[in-house]
């Protein structure tokens, strides 16, 4: 099978979408983002890649803490609110009802299945985005979705974003 070149480009055929939760100026902010991954499993960490103009940025970089919240099909419109509308342009406080774990600086969207608390373990420039390498300090989950005491795909029903657009 002949291939073509296409460029480089940042691909993965498929990935997560999440909100990432950080306070700016003490109040909740929600942005979606579609580039997290497990970073370490021992001690567990995981990561999120945001450009570096982001408001939510800000928050982080201000507590040194972050949360990622993975949203349910259901709650595309909300979660892609959350990456339309900057949090330097209008209050997302209210889009989710936020609750606080541990670290009492990174808010957790009520509404969504589960929830990592995480604390700032190092920041890396990538260019256009920062890396934000979390350690996972929680992980908050409704037991319904919950099998054998740890998450369910099938039960989280998560979004998956590839090419501009949401699955799930």
Same mark, same amino acid.
């Given at each position: ?21 950080a ?6 902010? @929600?942005?979606?983002?579609?580039? &997290?991954?497990? =970073?370490?499993?021992? #001690?567990?960490? $995981?990561?999120?890649?945001?450009? !570096? ?12 803490t972050?949360?990622?919240n993975?949203?349910?099909a ?25 609750? @606080?774990?541990?670290?009492?600086? &990174?808010?957790? =969207?009520?509404?969504? #299945?589960?929830? $990592?608390?995480?604390?700032?373990? !190092? ?6 985005h ?39």
């Amino acid at each position: 099978m002949e291939k073509v070149t296409v460029g480089p480009m940042p691909y993965m055929s498929v990935m997560p979408t999440v909100l990432v939760g950080a306070n700016v100026k003490g109040k909740a902010n @929600y942005m979606t983002a579609a580039w &997290a991954t497990v =970073a370490c499993m021992s #001690p567990p960490m $995981i990561c999120v890649a945001i450009n !570096k103009v982001r408001y939510t940025a800000k928050g982080i970089e201000e507590n040194k803490t972050f949360s990622l919240n993975i949203p349910s099909a259901r709650q595309v419109v909300e979660t892609d609110h959350c990456g339309l509308v900057s949090g330097s342009q209008a209050d997302k406080s209210g889009v989710f009802q936020s609750f @606080y774990g541990r670290l009492r600086t &990174a808010p957790l =969207a009520e509404e969504c #299945p589960v929830n $990592i608390e995480c604390r700032l373990f !190092k920041s890396m420039e990538c260019g256009s985005h920062i890396l934000y390498v979390g350690e996972i300090e929680e992980i908050h989950a409704d037991p319904s979705c919950l099998t054998d005491k740890k998450p369910d795909i099938a039960k989280i029903n998560p979004l998956i974003y590839a090419q501009a657009t949401y699955f799930g």
